[in-house]
């Protein structure tokens, strides 16, 4: 699911869940656990963005 994740990173969250909880419903997973497991995921991965450009951001800064 991450790396589907990683080729949803232009969409709105709204839609990459929409879109990951249907690719998960149609493997089998409960909708409960999908939820769950999507709402991690998206939560690291705005981290992540915010961290990296934080980072970004402090070398620009530097030059």
Excluded: H
Excluded at 34 to 57: K, P, Q
């Amino acid at each position: 699911m991450r790396k589907r994740l990683r080729s949803m990173r232009a969409l709105a969250p709204e839609v990459a869940a929409r879109r990951l909880l249907g690719m998960l419903a149609r493997k089998g997973y409960p909708a409960g656990l999908a939820s769950a497991v999507i709402r991690d995921e998206l939560a690291a991965v705005r981290t992540a963005d915010l961290d990296l450009t934080d980072v970004t951001f402090g070398a620009m800064e530097e030059t």
